[in-house]
Every structure is written in structure tokens, then in C-alpha cells.
């Protein structure tokens, strides 16, 4: 919805405005459906903005992008500086002109990413966390993909790999052999404080690099596509203390309100770039079921290029296709709108995402009415009462009024409340009680066994989450791994291994990992995460269920 | 632990784009931790108010596991010493009290990253199946985190409010270590 830049600080080739434009006005018409597929709020605030002018120069570019922008069908109203400062009072003197374009908005990024995920996850897509992709391979017609290591290390094959690793899209390409010109760039971003005053329109600059939004909490969003002083991708890129100072004094200038504010933080990213400022989506030609789709602007344009990049879907949307694209043989599936992919005809092909686990062919769809229930929202705090809940292929379709068809398999809950599975962030699998029973040199399997009888108990308890945060022989990984490679029915498992304790420390007789100094628990710490831990634990303080922990400073 | 020792399995999780969370008691260690880029806390049996307000700065995550302290005839049947069970139960109103402390610190709005707060979550140490009187363990935390000042519904969602699709757990507190309280 946000208008691009035009002109980054530093960017060698300016944008092809005209050519872009009319992508710019199917990603905006993408966006006003959005949240109603994605059935929840990502907090779309379309309350228009302005993109202003300082120069003779940049207001003929105003006119000329106002020309393009209505052959797109994208209404925008040419304001001189006075007129532009009455609409927007907070705007500087050196404004001397501006775009009005009510369709200019923004979401909210940190609710759209889980928003995609969540709505992936209901259409029967799953998504494997910490298993970096590492290798990708040819297998007969389609591919394998490598990903995670140890015993978080996962096999994919698949007729369709879909890249869409933002600034890491080269990488992911090159490991199959295929080589795009990718130039990735780290960019950054202020934010300050609350403001009492309240702007709620977006302020972008045609000529300069600069874009500010206010955030509903009032904190103001200060980018514009400045250079970070490094960029790192396998860590953290650096913020630049120069750009800082180049793009928060433009700011302050076109919004002079802003010089009172002070900085509350900023930080760098890099950002997936092309040499023509231009995406890269669509199969790669020589690689087919090798699909790729990124590049410039892909937080505003995803929801676009993801139309675009597959078959069947795009077109309709997007109003045009990029660049011709042969239809994949065998019927890759559609992602979005349809409905969990379960149960095609036999001889089907499924379609996987890069960091899908095995697949699992699964059976007929089978659906089910929970009817005559109370729904708990858990994000809303709201119940819905005496409703009746579809579910097809394990996933809720939809929560209704509406009877059932007849002959629906029902179950009737009379009355009942209907909530998400219960977690529990702390606990032990593998633990025995008394602890002075635990056998540090137990055979795994016994472990792994015990683990298990407890985790199935959790999950028959309407447990469908547990965090591990110390098991005996990592145990938690190993029917975590059961568990995902199908041979049992286990909670989803985040799991720390072993927790790391000092020599003679708590956790002392419970084989825990155990160490000292820095570059012992440096070397401990990688240890468990080489076996596939999701997180690590450790003791900062002794506990209470040990009798040799007796002060209270110790606890 | 000392602190270096901290900072070395801080460091090792990021690497991993992962975090750490700490088996903790009291004040001076947690300040130590934070310090340290250590984002998780667990059990936190006597927090100080000051010690509190730093983590909800930080907007730590804090799973107070407060069935540890008051369950002592679930205790002497899963075998626990005389000893424990006494010791539990004594450190029960003090573990209580602490918890109050951290919720009026403060509670995290997923929706502002920027405000201070502390992410409170239902964790039950003991495996979360396990039947205790009418209900399992897991219900019983969330009831026990009522106790503690949570509405129901904060209950329900300190399991947690939106698990990640992707880990059922959401694995980077944000902020970033520089994090402050904002003004």
C-alpha cells in the first residue's frame, strides 16, 4: 500500500515508475482482501498519505508520476505546498508540493508474518523451525531438499521447491545449481518516542529517501531506505551512525514536529534487491519445479509477487503476469484460498515449501461437526455461544450458526466450551520422582521411553504444546523426532536437550551437561544445539528441592 | 554461574537464532543474567519490585511454575521427600508474593513491542498430564496464575498468547538487548 522509493541513498538504477506502477495498484487491491483470507487482523490501516516535493525538479516528477498513476487507475490529487500544509499542518515550510493518494496505508508487520504462518498452518502446510535449508538436489523429476541438522535434520522431496528467502533468495537458489543476480542490500530504520501529536497520514519524499508512519501506539516509524553501515547475513547487520543523521534531519525537515522526539531505537536489515530495482518471480527457466519469487519492496508486494509466482492463481489478481510461465507438469497446488490439501485423487503430486517436513500422504478428507458448543477466542477474550465447528482434515473450516448437512459425522458437545490446545512452557518428560532414583548411565531408550508415556499423557490431557526444559539423555528431542517422522503421536515438542549446569551444581545426579568457565559452557551450549535443541536452559540459582540448598540467597 | 559463563551460552544461542531461559530464584543473579542477554526466567521465587520492573524493561519471558510450591498432596504421592514437601510448602506464600510482584510490573502487550512488560507463561514443571485433584496439572497452573492477579483469559493466553506456527513457542523476545523503557 506504502509507495515506493524511487530513489534510495545510493541506489544505482532509479525505478522504472511507469512500469511499476500498475503492480503497485494490484498489490493495493491484494491488500483490501487480505485480512479476510487470512481470517484475522493485521491491523491494515489505509488512511492515505502524501508524497511530497522540495524542488522544481522533484514537483515535475510529482506530475509526471500523477500522469502514470492515473493511466494505473491509482486516484492521486497534485496539492502546491500551501494546500499541502493545509491538509497536513505538521508538514515544513520547504514542502513545495504534494501527491494526496487515499490509498497509501500500512500493516502491521509483526502481525502479518504470523498471520501467514498461522493461515499456512490451517491449510495443512507446516513449517520446521531452525532447519536451515542446506542443500538441494535434483531427484528424478523434482527435488530433494536438505534442511536442519543432527536430529533435527529433515528430508524433503518434492516435485516443487517455491524460493522466496527474501535477501537470502540468491543463496537458496545457488544450492541448486541456479544463479540469479541478486543484489541484497542492509537497510535501517528509527523510531521515536511517543508523540502527542498524532499524523495520520503516511509523509514519503519523491526526490529523497524518506517515509514516516505514526504507529497506533504514537511511536514514529522514520525509513526511507537508508544504507546500514554493514551488512551481515548470517548474523546482525550494523545500523550506520550516518545515515542515522542523514535521514532523521530529512525527517525533520519535511516534518519539522519531529525535532522534539527523541530516538528510542533503530536498527538495520537487509533487504532482498535486483540490479533493475525489478522482482525476479516465476519458475527458472532450465530448472523446472524450481520457483522463485522476490526482490524489491516485498513486505508491500508479497501478497502480489506470491500470486504471481505460481500458476493459475495470478493472473486474475494481478492483472498481468510478469513474464510468461509454463505451467508446471503435474499440477503443483494452488496456495492460498484452497482449502487444506488433503485428500486428492491418487497419482496427485503434493506441493511442499522449503522448510516442509517429510510429507505424509494422508487419506480421504474427513469431516467433522462439533456442534451445540461454546467457542473460547483466546485472542479476543470473547465466547461464542451454541455454535456449531467444522472441522475437515484435522483443521477448523469454519465455526457457524448453520446446521449441519445431513448425514454429517457430528459429535455433540452440549454445552461444552471448545478452546486451542493447553500449554505448558516448563516441564520434564524423562523426570523420576523420587529424583534420587535417576539413573544417569539409564539406557536412552528406557529414557526415551518414559519421555514418551508422559508426553501421550499430556496430549490425551488436551496438552498439544509442552516446552522441554531439561530431559535425561535429551530425550525430548528423540520423540520429538518420533513424533515427526510419524512413528508416534507426541504434543509438539520445543525442547532444550540437556540443561547446562556448573560441575556439582543444581542439576547435580539428573545428567545434566555439565561445565565451566566460558569456553566450557560455549563449547556445552553448541553441543546441545548441534543435537537439535530449540532453545537452552540453565541454572543461575540452586533450587529449593535439594537439601543442600539452604539459603535464601541461594534460591 | 558466572557472569562470562552466562554470556558464552547467550552467545551460543544466538548463533542459533535461539534464545536461553534460566532456572532462577531471587533478584541479584536475574539482574545478572539480564545483563547477560538471558530472555527466559523460571520460577522466580522471591523477586525483588526493582528486580521486576528490570525484567518487564527487558520484557522477559517468566514462567513462574507456582504448582512447585502448593501442591504437597500431589508431592507425597509422586514420592517427594518429607523434606521437599515441607520446603515447598514454606516457600509458598513468599513464591506467590514474588509472582504478584512481576504482574504488577507489568504485563506484555504483544501488540507494542516497545512498552515494557513481562510475557507471564503457564508452565507446569511436573509433566503437565498428570491428573491432580478434579483436573491435570496444566489447568491447575493457569488456576494458580489467577492466584497470582492473571485474569482467566491472561491465563489462558500466558499458554501463550500466539504460538508460533512454527515452534509453538515464540523463540526471539524482542526487544533487542539495548532495549529501555520507553518514555
Known amino acids: 500500500m506504502q509507495a515506493v522509493h524511487t530513489k534510495r541513498p545510493g541506489q544505482a538504477v532509479p525505478l522504472d515508475s511507469a512500469r511499476f506502477l500498475p503492480l503497485q495498484r494490484a498489490a493495493s487491491d491484494r491488500w483490501e482482501t487480505l485480512e479476510e483470507e487470512l481470517e484475522t487482523s493485521v491491523e491494515v490501516r489505509r488512511t492515505g498519505g502524501f508524497t511530497i516535493a522540495e524542488t522544481e525538479e522533484q514537483y515535475q516528477e510529482l506530475r509526471d508520476k500523477h500522469g502514470w498513476e492515473a493511466a494505473a487507475g491509482i486516484h492521486t490529487e497534485i496539492l502546491d505546498g500551501d494546500a499541502a500544509r493545509a491538509a497536513l499542518p505538521l508538514l515544513g515550510p520547504t514542502v513545495a508540493a504534494a501527491t494526496w493518494c487515499d490509498l497509501d496505508g500500512y500493516a502491521n508487520p509483526l502481525k502479518v508474518t504470523p498471520a501467514y504462518l498461522d493461515s499456512a498452518t490451517r491449510h495443512g502446510g507446516r513449517t520446521v523451525a531452525?532447519?536451515?535449508?542446506?542443500?538441494?538436489?535434483?531427484?528424478?523429476?523434482?527435488?530433494?531438499?536438505?534442511?536442519?541438522?543432527?536430529?533435527?535434520?529433515?528430508?524433503?522431496?518434492?516435485?516443487?521447491?517455491?524460493?522466496?528467502?527474501?535477501?537470502?533468495?540468491?543463496?537458496?537458489?545457488?544450492?541448486?545449481?541456479?544463479?540469479?543476480?541478486?543484489?541484497?542490500?542492509?537497510?535501517?530504520?528509527?523510531?521515536?518516542?511517543?508523540?502527542?501529536?498524532?499524523?495520520?497520514?503516511?509523509?514519503?519524499?519523491?526526490?529523497?529517501?524518506?517515509?514516516?508512519?505514526?504507529?497506533?501506539?504514537?511511536?514514529?516509524?522514520?525509513?526511507?531506505?537508508?544504507?546500514?553501515?554493514?551488512?551481515?547475513?548470517?548474523?546482525?547487520?550494523?545500523?550506520?551512525?550516518?545515515?542515522?543523521?542523514?535521514?532523521?534531519?530529512?525527517?525533520?525537515?519535511?516534518?519539522?514536529?519531529?525535532?522534539?522526539?527523541r530516538l528510542l531505537r533503530m536498527?538495520?536489515?537487509?533487504?532482498?534487491?535486483?540490479?533493475?530495482?525489478?522482482?525476479?518471480?516465476?519458475?527458472?527457466?532450465?530448472?523446472?519445479?524450481?520457483?522463485?519469487?522476490?526482490?524489491?519492496?516485498?513486505?508491500?508486494?508479497?501478497?502480489?509477487?506470491?500470486?504471481?509466482?505460481?500458476?493459475?492463481?495470478?493472473?486474475?489478481?494481478?492483472?498481468?503476469?510478469?513474464?510468461?510461465?509454463?505451467?508446471?507438469?503435474?499440477?503443483?497446488?494452488?496456495?492460498?484460498?484452497?482449502?487444506?490439501?488433503?485428500?486428492?485423487?491418487?497419482?496427485?503430486?503434493?506441493?511442499?515449501?522449503?522448510?516442509?517436513?517429510?510429507?505424509?500422504?494422508?487419506?480421504?478428507?474427513?469431516?467433522?461437526?462439533?456442534?451445540?458448543?461454546?467457542?473460547?477466542?483466546?485472542?479476543?477474550?470473547?465466547?461464542?455461544?451454541?455454535?456449531?465447528?467444522?472441522?475437515?482434515?484435522?483443521?477448523?473450516?469454519?465455526?457457524?450458526?448453520?446446521?449441519?448437512?445431513?448425514?454429517?459425522?457430528?459429535?455433540?458437545?452440549?454445552?461444552?466450551?471448545?478452546?486451542?490446545?493447553?500449554?505448558?512452557?516448563?516441564?520434564?518428560?524423562?523426570?523420576?520422582?523420587?529424583?534420587?532414583?535417576?539413573?544417569?548411565?539409564?539406557?536412552?531408550?528406557?529414557?526415551?521411553?518414559?519421555?514418551?508415556?508422559?508426553?501421550?499423557?499430556?496430549?490425551?490431557?488436551?496438552?498439544?504444546?509442552?516446552?522441554?526444559?531439561?530431559?535425561?539423555?535429551?530425550?525430548?528431542?528423540?520423540?520429538?523426532?518420533?513424533?515427526?517422522?510419524?512413528?508416534?503421536?507426541?504434543?509438539?515438542?520445543?525442547?532444550?536437550?540437556?540443561?547446562?549446569?556448573?560441575?556439582?551444581?543444581?542439576?547435580?545426579?539428573?545428567?545434566?551437561?555439565?561445565?565451566?568457565?566460558?569456553?566450557?559452557?560455549?563449547?556445552?551450549?553448541?553441543?546441545?544445539?548441534?543435537?537439535?535443541a530449540d532453545l537452552l536452559k540453565i541454572f543461575i540459582t540452586g533450587g529449593i528441592a535439594h537439601q543442600e540448598s539452604r539459603s535464601p540467597a541461594r534460591r | 554461574m558466572t557472569a562470562e559463563e552466562m554470556r558464552a551460552v547467550v552467545r551460543a544461542a544466538e548463533e542459533h537464532g535461539s534464545y536461553v531461559t534460566a532456572h532462577a530464584g531471587a533478584g541479584s543473579a536475574i539482574r545478572e543474567a539480564l545483563a547477560a542477554g538471558v530472555r527466559g526466567y523460571e520460577h522466580a521465587y522471591d523477586l525483588d519490585d526493582d528486580t521486576a520492573r528490570q525484567m518487564a524493561d527487558r520484557r522477559v519471558f517468566l514462567t513462574p511454575t507456582l504448582c512447585v510450591t502448593r501442591c504437597p498432596d500431589w508431592m507425597a504421592e509422586h514420592s517427594f521427600t518429607p523434606w521437599q514437601i515441607e520446603r515447598a510448602v514454606e516457600v509458598g506464600p513468599g513464591h506467590l508474593a514474588s509472582i504478584r510482584r512481576a504482574v504488577a510490573a507489568g504485563i506484555a502487550d504483544p501488540d507494542d513491542p516497545g512498552a515494557p512488560g513481562i510475557t507471564m507463561l503457564a508452565g507446569t514443571d511436573y509433566p503437565p498430564g498428570e491428573p491432580i485433584e478434579d483436573t491435570v496439572v496444566a489447568v491447575r497452573e493457569m488456576e494458580f496464575l489467577t492466584d497470582a492477579g492473571l485474569s482467566p483469559i491472561q491465563a489462558v493466553r500466558a499458554a501463550p498468547p500466539r504460538p508460533r506456527a512454527w515452534s509453538g513457542w515464540p523463540a526471539r523476545p524482542v526487544p533487542s538487548r539495548r532495549a529501555t523503557s520507553p518514555t
Open chain 1, 267 to 532: 536498527w538495520a536489515g537487509p533487504l532482498a534487491a535486483t540490479p533493475d530495482e525489478m522482482p525476479v518471480i516465476g519458475e527458472v527457466p532450465g530448472a523446472p519445479g524450481f520457483y522463485v519469487a522476490g526482490g524489491t519492496y516485498a513486505f508491500t508486494f508479497a501478497p502480489l509477487w506470491g500470486d504471481a509466482a505460481l500458476p493459475d492463481r495470478g493472473e486474475a489478481a494481478a492483472g498481468r503476469r510478469l513474464r510468461p510461465r509454463p505451467r508446471p507438469a503435474d499440477g503443483a497446488v494452488e496456495p492460498g484460498r484452497q482449502r487444506p490439501r488433503t485428500g486428492k485423487p491418487p497419482g496427485q503430486k503434493e506441493q511442499a515449501v522449503l522448510t516442509s517436513p517429510r510429507l505424509r500422504p494422508t487419506s480421504e478428507p474427513e469431516t467433522l461437526w462439533l456442534t451445540g458448543g461454546h467457542v473460547v477466542d483466546v485472542r479476543s477474550g470473547r465466547i461464542r455461544r451454541n455454535v456449531n465447528v467444522l472441522v475437515a482434515a484435522g483443521r477448523i473450516e469454519k465455526i457457524t450458526a448453520d446446521a449441519p448437512p445431513p448425514g454429517a459425522r457430528i459429535v455433540e458437545l452440549g454445552g461444552r466450551y471448545l478452546m486451542p490446545g493447553l500449554i505448558s512452557v516448563h516441564t520434564h518428560l524423562s523426570v523420576l520422582y523420587p529424583f534420587s532414583a535417576t539413573d544417569e548411565s539409564e539406557n536412552p531408550g528406557l529414557t526415551a521411553l518414559r519421555a514418551l508415556s508422559r508426553a501421550q499423557d499430556a496430549l490425551v490431557a488436551g496438552v498439544t504444546t509442552i516446552r522441554c526444559v531439561h530431559e535425561q539423555n535429551r530425550a525430548d528431542l528423540l520423540v520429538r523426532t518420533a513424533a515427526d517422522q510419524g512413528w508416534v503421536a507426541a504434543p509438539r515438542i520445543v525442547g532444550a536437550g540437556r540443561a547446562i549446569s556448573t560441575t556439582g551444581g543444581h542439576g547435580k545426579g539428573a545428567d545434566c551437561s555439565y561445565a565451566d568457565g566460558h569456553d566450557g559452557f560455549l563449547r556445552a551450549a553448541r553441543q546441545e544445539l548441534d543435537a537439535g
Open chain 1, 130 to 261: 531452525f532447519a536451515p535449508v542446506r542443500r538441494i538436489t535434483r531427484n528424478g523429476d523434482g527435488w530433494r531438499v536438505v534442511a536442519g541438522r543432527g536430529a533435527a535434520e529433515r528430508v524433503v522431496d518434492t516435485p516443487v521447491v517455491v524460493d522466496v528467502a527474501g535477501a537470502w533468495l540468491g543463496e537458496i537458489a545457488a544450492m541448486a545449481g541456479i544463479t540469479l543476480r541478486m543484489t541484497p542490500v542492509a537497510i535501517q530504520m528509527h523510531a521515536t518516542v511517543r508523540s502527542s501529536a498524532t499524523m495520520s497520514h503516511l509523509v514519503q519524499h519523491i526526490g529523497e529517501g524518506l517515509s514516516v508512519k505514526q504507529v497506533t501506539a504514537g511511536n514514529l516509524l522514520i525509513g526511507g531506505g537508508w544504507p546500514a553501515l554493514s551488512m551481515d547475513l548470517a548474523g546482525r547487520s550494523d545500523a550506520s551512525l550516518d545515515s542515522l543523521v542523514g535521514n532523521v534531519a530529512l525527517a525533520v525537515r519535511v516534518l519539522p514536529f519531529i525535532r522534539d522526539l
